[in-house]
């Protein structure tokens, strides 16, 4: 008499890849998954592509940030002036200086920078202009202004920041 040696598998024991009675078996199945490489090369393109396009937008992403935190800075400045002129019934000016990027609220002795690559050009009333390189915007008790536009420009980006005369009304514009 002979030993009938014989296994028996439930369904959850029992596995494709590891059923070696198969054509291939364990091995077909393992050397099967991958990538050729073709498809990496493929994929490290793309990815070199993707960042090719993407990081000329990064750099000028810093210029524009710094532009538009300069131009909300100024413009600030300037309601809060109006907003001085109102409350204390009497005038404000926001006077800028050219020559250094800077600017100064009336009654305060704190001078404000702006960023030395930004550069700032100020079209006022005649009556405002002290010289070349300084000239304001004043406000009245009554909230109105002498008007204006202030422009911030770095590279190829520029913010206009506009003065209603009547106003006194300070708006940010993409120009």
């Not at 202004?145 to 911030?152: A, C, D, E, P």
Request: glycine share 8%.
């Amino acid at each position: 008499m002979g030993i009938i040696n014989k296994t028996y598998r439930s369904s959850a024991d029992y596995s494709p890849l590891l059923d070696c009675s198969q054509s291939g078996g364990l091995k077909s199945a393992l050397y099967g998954r991958g990538f050729t490489l073709v498809e990496l090369l493929l994929v490290i393109v793309i990815i070199a592509l993707a960042a090719a396009v993407a990081a000329p937008n990064i750099g000028s992403g810093n210029q524009t940030a710094s532009l538009n935190a300069a131009a909300r800075e100024i413009s600030s400045a300037l309601r809060f002036a109006r907003g001085h002129a109102l409350t204390h019934r009497k005038e404000a000016v926001v006077m800028l200086n050219l020559e250094d990027n800077s600017y100064q609220i009336t009654d305060r002795s704190k001078k404000y920078k702006v960023a030395k690559d930004i550069a700032v050009s100020l079209d006022v009333a005649q009556s405002q202009i002290i010289d070349q390189d300084h000239g304001g915007v004043r406000f009245f008790s009554d909230g109105s202004s002498t008007g204006g536009r202030i422009t911030l420009e770095i590279g190829e980006n520029k913010r206009q920041i506009d003065i209603n005369w009547l106003t006194g009304q300070v708006e940010i514009d993409d120009y």
